[in-house]
C-alpha cells in the first residue's frame, strides 16, 4: 500500500525557517517524481515545487522561487522542502504527492504551516 | 486567479447528472493530460481520474473524464450525497514548466 506521511509542519514566526519531511513507503520511492502542493485555510490548492526521481530536475512556483527548496533522499525514501523567509501566505498545509508531470496519484494526509507573530 | 477556470460552484439532485468545466490554453490543457482531483471535507485531495479520461482502480464509471482543444470536462452521473466535495482540475503547463490547478469547484448534491 503506497503511504506518504508529512512531518515537521507548526507554527513559525514570519522571516523563520522550517523544514518539511514526506516519508514515502509501499513503493519504489526512487522510480517516482514527487511534489507539493499547499492549501491555504478555505482556499484551494496551489502547487509548490516538484522535483524528478534522480533529482536532475526541479520545478518551483514564483511564489515560492529563492525561499523554498525541495530536496530528497533515495536512500531514505525522503522528500524534503526547506522554507526560509516565511510570511503569513505562507500559513496553509502542506501535502506530498508521488507524481509530477502527468499526474499526482498519492497523496499525504498533510501537515499545517502557520506563520504567525 | 487560477491559470485553469473552473465554476466556483454546481449542484445537482440525487441520481442526476453534472458536469465540471476546466478551461485553459495550448500551453497548458491544450498540450498536456489533464487529471482531476476530488477533495473531501477536511480529507486530502484524492486522484478521480488521469489522463484526460482514464480512472484510477477503485473510481466508480459514474465519474468520466473528456478533452477538446485547451478545455476538458468532468461528469458525474447517479450522483449521491456522498459525491459533495471540491473537484480540482490540474495539468502541467509547459511554458511555463509549472503544474496548474483550477480554482475549485463545490459540488452540492
Known amino acids: 500500500e503506497v503511504q506518504l506521511v508529512e512531518s515537521g509542519g507548526g507554527l513559525v514566526q514570519p522571516g523563520g525557517s522550517l523544514r518539511l519531511s514526506c516519508a514515502a513507503s509501499?513503493?519504489?520511492?526512487?522510480?517516482?517524481?514527487m511534489t507539493w502542493v499547499r492549501q491555504a485555510p478555505g482556499k484551494g490548492l496551489e502547487w509548490v515545487s516538484a522535483?524528478?526521481?534522480?533529482?536532475?530536475?526541479?520545478y518551483s512556483a514564483d511564489s515560492v522561487k529563492g525561499r523554498f527548496t525541495i530536496s530528497r533522499d533515495n536512500s531514505k525514501n525522503t522528500l524534503y522542502l526547506q522554507m526560509n523567509g516565511l510570511t503569513t501566505g505562507d500559513t496553509a498545509v502542506y501535502y506530498c504527492a508521488r507524481g509530477a508531470r502527468t499526474k499526482l496519484d498519492y497523496w499525504g494526509q498533510g501537515t499545517l504551516v502557520t506563520v504567525s507573530s | 486567479q487560477s491559470v485553469l477556470t473552473q465554476p466556483p460552484s454546481v449542484s445537482a439532485a440525487p441520481g442526476q447528472k453534472v458536469t465540471i468545466s476546466c478551461s485553459g490554453s495550448?500551453?497548458?490543457?491544450?498540450?498536456?493530460?489533464v487529471s482531476w482531483y476530488q477533495q473531501l471535507p477536511g480529507t486530502a485531495p484524492k486522484l478521480l481520474m488521469y489522463?484526460?479520461?482514464k480512472r484510477p482502480s477503485g473510481i466508480p464509471d459514474r465519474f468520466s473524464g473528456s478533452k477538446s482543444g485547451t478545455s476538458a470536462t468532468l461528469g458525474i452521473t447517479g450522483l449521491q450525497t456522498g459525491d459533495e466535495a471540491d473537484y480540482y482540475c490540474g495539468t502541467w503547463d509547459s511554458s511555463l514548466s509549472v503544474w496548474v490547478f483550477g480554482g475549485g469547484t463545490k459540488l452540492t448534491v
Open positions: 495550448s500551453s497548458n490543457i491544450g498540450n498536456s493530460y
Open positions: 509501499g513503493f519504489t520511492y526512487s522510480a517516482h517524481a
Open positions: 489522463e484526460n479520461n
Open positions: 522535483i524528478t526521481d534522480n533529482s536532475g530536475a526541479i
